[in-house]
């Protein structure tokens, strides 16, 4: 049984920073392709960044230069250091995992999702 649990959401204002973790169990961590996604109200949920097996990154248009996804394997957690936040960050951050992905910001190809962490940006 994997279960993936996220923290570190707030309200914060725009020009400011946060970081997202999400910790892990159930499963062999280093195998798992990782990734944070978020979902405002009446939008489709949109993948944010992602971290493959090897350590390889991805990030969305939207947040390249801005947000940072990292991994560490003796805790089991995935971070996503968000700074210069704006506005249209706004929303609710998800984790997920999943032992393979053809496309790691795709949220059809994850399995297992944690319940979600809320992130406000105020202008």
């Known amino acids: 049984q994997v279960q993936l649990v996220e923290s570190g959401g707030g309200s914060v204002q725009a020009g400011g920073s946060l970081t997202l973790s999400c910790a892990a169990s159930?499963?062999?961590?280093?195998?798992?392709?990782r990734a944070w996604f978020r979902q405002a109200p009446g939008k489709a949920r949109e993948g944010v960044a992602a971290i493959d097996s090897d350590g390889r990154t991805m990030y969305a248009d939207s947040v390249k230069g801005r947000f940072t996804i990292s991994k560490d394997n003796a805790k089991s957690t995935v971070y996503l250091r968000m700074s210069s936040l704006k506005p249209e960050d706004t929303g609710m951050y998800y984790c997920?995992?999943?032992?393979?992905?053809?496309?790691?910001?795709?949220?059809?190809?994850?399995?297992?999702w944690g319940q979600g962490t809320q992130v406000t940006v105020s202008s």
């Open positions: 997920a995992a999943d032992s393979y992905t053809d496309d790691l910001l795709v949220p059809d190809e994850y399995d297992y």
């Open positions: 159930g499963y062999t961590y280093d195998y798992y392709d």
